[in-house]
């Protein structure tokens, strides 16, 4: 066997392997499911220009493929001959190592014609350099599919994700927030970039979006937080209306306690005229005035959801129901003090008049005027607390005197 006719054997069976695995290839890439996606279209941008060229390759490929098999197939009829020709030979050389593939044909002009120029020019080349030509086309259009693909794999899941959550958020804020609104708009934008065009597509619309969901959740959140303080606030100050209501029955109550048997003057949280007893006739109508009402309106501002405009508002009157129930309180003791304290000094007096009584003064002179005078400062209405203890302290003060001189 001569020296190139063996190398043509070679490179036979090296172009029978490759056209072989080119068959394989072709028929992967012909189903994979990017190529089909970007087949479908339409595209834009970046994407649209690479697949141009990437649908070009895939022609030149299956047009390659084509003249590839058919040259191999020529070459291999030649050579699977019993006896070869001198004529064979150099046919078989050629059409494997020869530039026996005809790329194209073109027709010259008449005008760009010599005496002696072809009518028609044909591009040709070796099988060689068409398998080098096709590897350079399936990188081309396997490198843009994979891309394609491999942005889709990773950003389609992503997109979808966001958009349930924007979703959620928007179903559990009840409501299409600016914050929303917005990310709505990015994501809009970015789900048909990445469809159109996944080469150029610009994943900072979706971390962009992303990070705007998330705010709206934190500020759905944070009004959340807002309506359930709010809202246990609220439960509080109605508790507070009511303490308000009993602590003003309590006053009251304390005031007609005392009433009549000590000077008006004396009697704290007493109103000041007849003209201000109707509705609580002994309280002074500061102490009187119905706080449920401010209270109302500001439960009605919540059930409209204004929150932002219930909260300073339930500040203050918060603030003002304590100072009234501190007060209401306050008139409850100081009348109640009031009268346990004559209770206390009209007990102190009996004590010490029985004592009396036991050590023979009940008749005294001296003692006896004191007592009727604490009796009757403790007795007479209205009452002069301050008279009354002077008296009873007078009277004490004797009888332990007098006491402290019998043998």
């Known amino acids: 066997m001569t020296a190139p006719l063996a190398t043509a054997d ?21 189903g994979n499911p990017a190529r089909k996606d970007l087949d479908k279209g339409p595209l834009t941008g970046r994407t649209a220009t690479a697949w141009a060229d990437a649908a070009a390759a895939l022609t030149q490929l299956w047009d390659g493929y084509r003249l ?27 059409l494997v190592l020869g530039r026996s593939i005809t790329l194209s044909t073109a027709a010259v002009p008449l005008a760009q014609r010599g005496l002696l120029g072809a009518g028609q ?34 950003l389609l899941p992503a997109a979808a994700e966001a958009t349930a959550a924007l979703a959620t958020v928007r179903r ?16 809009g934008r970015f789900t048909a970039a990445l469809a159109s065009d996944p080469l150029g597509c610009d994943e900072q619309d ?29 439960a509080d100050a109605r508790r507070l209306a ?44 500061d102490l009187r005035t119905d706080l449920r009402p401010d209270l109302a309106a500001i439960e009605a501002l919540a059930e409209a959801g204004q929150w932002s405009m219930v909260s300073p508002r339930l500040h203050d009157w918060t603030a003002r129901a304590r100072d009234r129930l501190a007060a209401l309180r306050d008139v409850t003791a100081r009348n109640t003090a009031m009268l346990a304290a004559r209770n206390e ?24 005027p004191l007592a009727d005078a604490a009796r009757t400062a403790l007795y007479t209405a209205p009452c002069d607390l301050d008279a009354a203890r002077a008296a009873v302290h007078a009277y004490q003060d004797a009888l332990t005197s007098t006491l402290d001189g019998q043998p």
């Open 10 to 30: 070679r490179e036979l069976a090296r172009l029978e392997a490759a056209a072989t695995a080119i068959a394989a290839n072709l028929v992967d890439l012909d």
């Open 68 to 94: 590839l098999t058919d040259v191999i197939a020529r070459a291999r009829a030649v050579r699977d001959q019993k006896r070869l020709s001198d004529a064979e030979r150099a046919e078989f050389t050629n």
């Open 121 to 154: 020019v044909s591009t040709t080349c070796t099988p060689a350099a068409l398998l080098s030509a096709m590897e350079a086309a399936f990188a081309t259009a396997v490198g843009v599919a994979t891309r394609a693909g491999d942005v889709w794999q990773r």
């Open 172 to 187: 559990l804020t009840g409501t299409d927030t600016p914050t929303l609104a917005e990310a709505d708009r990015r994501l």
């Open 206 to 234: 979706l971390a962009a979006a992303r990070a705007l969901i998330d705010r709206a959740d934190a500020e759905r959140t944070s009004a959340e937080e807002l309506r359930e303080n709010l809202t246990r606030r609220l």
């Open 242 to 285: 009511d303490e308000i209501a009993s602590a003003g029955r309590a006053a009251g109550a304390a005031i007609n306690e005392v009433l009549g048997r000590f000077a008006d003057a004396d009697i704290a949280g007493l109103a000041a005229s007849e003209a201000d007893l109707d509705t609580a006739p002994q309280l002074r109508p």
């Open 345 to 368: 000094l009209r007990g102190r007096l009996d004590a010490y008049r029985a004592k009396a009584v036991r050590r023979g003064l009940a008749e005294d002179e001296k003692l006896s």
